[in-house]
């Protein structure tokens, strides 16, 4: 039954209908657990909140469907605004993208040009931007821009997925560019010929790049809420003399709070992933897929 509605879920992202009526009807039935709203204002706000007790942030103007250039540049204009929003209001917050929101599967020239805009507004405003990696489709021509980006830019990471066979050789490839990366087990259905189907696997291979990337000397988010993961870092760390100023722990917003606010206590760095914007679906879908328990939340809120 858990796979039968990780699958259902996962489609139901891809869905553009129900990406239309999920943008016509709000976020409702528990969504905004997961959602800090629709606006830069309250997105704002919820940074605010999780600064006043220690907690970071990044912000994802969220948009994955995207099937025109003026919706690109739109969703580019959005990101420098968020930018400009983090900047006035003095938040501690980085920003967050998709490509595919900036037109990557329209045009890589446009992607590009964006990506370059964007970079040069943090840039501006000491600020920082994650680049945040897609289906396996996406994987090759993410890395390839964020190479190139490197090049001019020293205020840009990407996002490296433990479930993959090529992740691995991804780490060793970025290593002699002293890449900013965010390790994350993966949320995409793929392939078992592109990715391990065995969670036991995953987690054995995240287990490896945490290590690999934090030994080569490299700035490290472990973005999980798997408290195993988490302590194996912690103590992977204190046993390697690791100090606390080369990674960080990432959560997303609205899950394991509790958690989120234990490691800052300890001492940790911790930052929350804060999605807002009208185009939250896909996004939704997602969360939903990876644990059961959201679905029972939502489901408790719908008949409330």
Same mark, same amino acid.
């Not at 036991?200 to 291979?205: F, G, K, L, R």
């Not at 929350?272 to 009208?278: A, L, N, Q």
């Given at each position: 039954m858990e796979l039968i509605m990780k699958n259902m879920f996962q489609s139901l992202g891809k869905s553009r209908t129900a990406n239309r009526l999920a943008k016509k009807y709000g976020l409702r039935f528990g969504a905004a657990r997961f959602v800090a709203?629709?606006?830069?204002?309250?997105? #704002?706000?919820? *940074? &605010? /909140?999780?600064?006043?007790?220690? &907690?970071v942030a990044t912000l994802d103007h969220l948009g994955e469907f995207v099937f025109s250039e003026d919706e690109a540049l739109e969703s580019a204009a959005m990101c420098i605004q968020t930018l400009d929003a983090i900047a006035e209001s003095g938040v501690k917050s980085n920003l967050s993208l998709k490509m595919t929101s900036l037109g990557l599967d329209i045009s890589r020239e446009l992607c590009v040009t964006s990506m370059k805009r964007i970079l040069d507004r943090a840039r501006l405003h000491n600020n920082f931007v994650r680049i945040d990696m897609e289906?396996?489709?996406?994987?090759? #021509?993410?890395?390839? #821009?964020? &190479?190139?980006? &490197? @090049?001019?830019?020293?205020? *840009?990471?990407?996002?490296?997925?433990?479930?993959l066979f090529r992740t691995m050789q991804d780490i060793d490839d970025l290593a002699s560019l002293g890449a900013n990366l965010r390790l994350v087990k993966g949320a995409y259905k793929e392939s078992p010929q592109v990715a391990f189907p065995d @969670?036991?696997?995953?987690?054995?291979?995240? @287990?490896? #790049?945490?290590e690999k990337h934090l030994t080569n000397g490299h700035y490290t988010a472990i973005a999980s809420h798997d408290e195993a993961i988490i302590k194996h870092t912690k103590q992977f760390v204190s046993e390697h003399g690791i100090s606390n100023d080369q990674f960080e722990f990432q959560m997303l917003y609205g899950i394991c709070d509790e958690l989120q606010k234990q490691l800052v206590r300890e001492g940790y760095r911790v930052r929350?992933?804060?999605?807002? /914007?009208?185009d939250w679906f896909g996004y939704f879908m997602r969360r939903l897929a990876e644990r059961p328990a959201n679905v029972w939340f939502v489901l408790k809120n719908m008949f409330k």
């Open positions: 709203g629709e606006t830069i204002q309250q997105s #704002i706000a919820a *940074v &605010r /909140g999780l600064n006043q007790d220690g &907690r289906d396996y489709a996406h994987c090759q #021509i993410s890395l390839d #821009i964020y &190479r190139e980006l &490197r @090049k001019d830019y020293d205020n *840009v990471g990407i996002v490296i997925q433990a479930y @969670k036991s696997a995953v987690d054995e291979n995240y @287990k490896k #790049i945490i929350i992933y804060v999605p807002y /914007g009208v």
